[in-house]
């Protein structure tokens, strides 16, 4: 009766928030959730940082802010960026709330219903649902162990029907979600000179990227687009405190070209005004104590340890049933069942045995891998659970 | 080059930004700020919460959270709300980053490019661009010292073209932004029923409505649609705590019918994940400990006495060149130019004086009364620069 802009159909990832509820119950282990370890947040040091940020400045605290972000916090973010190789100035950088409010205001100023829009597969179901939401026409881009398959995405562009331009390529290069695979230096640099070519927005969304715990360290690929010309027109990059400091602050941050950041900033004033300033100034006084660059190494270090654990126990246990990438770094393992067994029946069995992972389905845009997987590990409270998680996968697997 | 959804017009409001570069200036008065008093926020008690609220469970603080919001959070808006003669339950509340997203959500959902969307005219700035970016067709709505006019609104919408169905109308029933203006009850009723006759979703934006220092206080929209069968599947409700609370926690709610908030839901999810649980919790620990019923009559009296400079200053200074609309409560005086000049040309002199407000034509989607201007109270220091600030205007007015 209310005419809704779309119909209503089950959400990407509601197959994700239907496990929630299984969550909570006793004994339950969960490699399904998304989320970063609560365990590894720095709470004294985030504490602290909020008790700073009100004592020393409570106005600051609780009056609006600029819709761009504080300065002070977009510097700290700047410096942030230059560690990680991408050098730019304050006016390029929004603060947004989470990583997730940046690609909804891009999507808000560049697509319009039946867009084409380009989407490595699998992806992370929140960036499909919200394209979907604004009605894009969905094109899925081929990845392996690597990320992107730029080969197969060059040839997919030029087989195009002349009258499709796809307005932007979303892709998460690094640890991606739920692949955990990296994206070579070489495939980025082509990935950048594709998106000048076909004059498509390249998104790089980049929650994961610090959290690398085996393998050499892989610039973003906005820092390659600045080393050839014309090419950083093209690149938007999104940044999260979410994995690194805490979620509940809800700090992200893009970083684009002037023209794209006016008109972002257009959307974001009609969003939230601005992202809360109690979150912001808490991020700023944290950022800038410094104790971030202590406090990742503590972070990696405990999600290489729960990943050891899993790789050796499917190893261990299940060596014959299930296939998986190996990541170099993030919270993520993406695992494939043998034998053509499907990972949503597994799944029933599973929750019997009360262990619950995410099937692969839920990150597909169409024709989905029914074997694939997502194995979290970063949530995991142990390596002893690690262990009789997938112990109970594989009576899971048994029990057909 | 980008291709981007909508041409970039100045956005709506960018007048009222290009003052915020005056805010700043030494000496200068202004009654253009939209924002609630700095010196009226609950620092002690806001800082309490904050306290409270994370040594009690920094990681409740720290993770995500339910994409509708912390459930006590929301049983303390329903709290809220009953006392304002609204009742619902709690699924029934979405906590908003601010009441601009949910604005932006039911946007979201309920409007296409080219849909036809009632508003009162003028209207808040910010809910004119974001139902512009959206590509609404925008059909203004008259309103008179009472808000809207509803008389000439029936007859407006019995005279549409029968294949127009407004999506929505937007109003701001109490101490409306810019023009202080309450709609009384009778209208109130009458609104709701002729949003159940022609269909279109009536979206009550609530953020002042505590903000009464004269008069007889008078029940939201929502509450009179409860007493109509039907009705209040009509009405979506817009609350905030940024105007008795602090806009810097970003806290707001919507109230909807049970199809609206379940796609709302689905819109919000693929917009920020949640609000910030940081701000939730301080937000649940501040109404929780009651300090909110002992705090809103603070700031109602600050108001009240500077809303009583200001009127007094008016007519002691300028009363052949400026009429009001005398409001009972909230942060804006409406006022109108006699003799036909323009607030925007006077703005000129007035800045050379040292003295700002709003020029009216912001608040317009067409066909702008050029003589209109928004005085905001709210934010005057105290009652002697109330005085010199009109004292300043009489000089802009003098030196043409």
């Not at 739920?178 to 969304?205: I, K």
């Not at 029946?345 to 099937?359: C, G, H, S, T, W």
């Not at 692969?360 to 891998?369: E, I, Q």
Request: hydrophobic letters at 45%; one cysteine or more.
């Amino acid at each position: 009766m209310y005419n809704f802009t779309e119909p209503l159909k089950a959400p990407q990832g509601s197959a994700i928030r239907e496990l929630f509820k299984y969550l909570g119950r006793p004994g339950m282990i969960s490699f399904a959730g998304g989320y970063p370890s609560k365990d590894l947040f720095d709470r004294a040091g985030i504490g602290q940082a909020l008790e700073d940020a009100y004592s020393s400045d409570p106005v600051a605290c609780l009056q609006y802010g600029d819709t761009a972000g504080s300065p002070a916090l977009r510097r700290a973010i700047l410096r942030l960026m230059n560690d990680r190789g991408v050098t730019r100035d304050v006016d390029d950088v929004i603060v947004t709330t989470g990583s997730q409010q940046g690609l909804d205001l891009l999507i808000k100023i560049l697509v319009a219903p039946g867009d084409a829009v380009l989407i490595e597969e699998p992806a992370y179901p929140a960036a499909i649902q919200a394209l979907r939401l604004a009605g894009a026409r969905l094109i899925p881009v081929r990845t392996d162990a690597q990320g992107i398959d730029v080969d197969a995405l060059t040839a997919q562009l030029e087989a195009l029907d002349p009258g499709t331009r796809p307005k932007l390529l979303y892709t998460v290069p690094t640890f991606a979600n739920p692949t955990g695979a990296t994206l070579p230096a070489a495939r980025r640099e082509a990935l950048a000179r594709l998106a000048m070519r076909f004059r498509f927005v390249l998104v790089e969304d980049d929650p994961y990227g610090e959290l690398r715990f085996t393998g050499e360290s892989v610039k973003p690929i906005a820092a390659f687009a600045d080393a050839i010309p014309g090419a950083s027109d093209w690149v938007v990059y999104f940044g999260s405190l979410s994995k690194i400091v805490a979620p509940g602050l809800r700090i992200g941050w893009s970083i684009a070209p002037p023209a794209i950041t006016r008109r972002m900033l257009v959307a974001k004033q009609t969003s939230d005004l601005c992202t809360s300033p109690l979150a912001q100034e808490t991020a700023r006084h944290y950022l800038e104590s410094g104790r971030l660059a202590e406090h990742v190494p503590v972070i990696v270090q405990a999600y290489r340890k729960r990943y050891d654990a899993l790789s050796s126990a499917l190893r261990q246990f299940v060596p014959d049933d299930i296939d998986y990438v190996v990541p170099q770094g993030g919270m993520f393992v993406w695992a494939r069942l043998k034998g053509g067994r499907h990972s949503t029946d597994l799944l029933k069995r599973a929750i019997e045995q009360n262990v619950i992972y995410v099937p692969g389905p839920a990150f597909y845009v169409r024709d989905p891998d029914e074997s694939s997987m997502r194995l979290s590990f970063a949530a995991a409270p142990g390596e002893a659970e690690v262990f009789e998680g997938v112990r109970r996968l594989k009576l899971a697997l048994a029990s057909r």
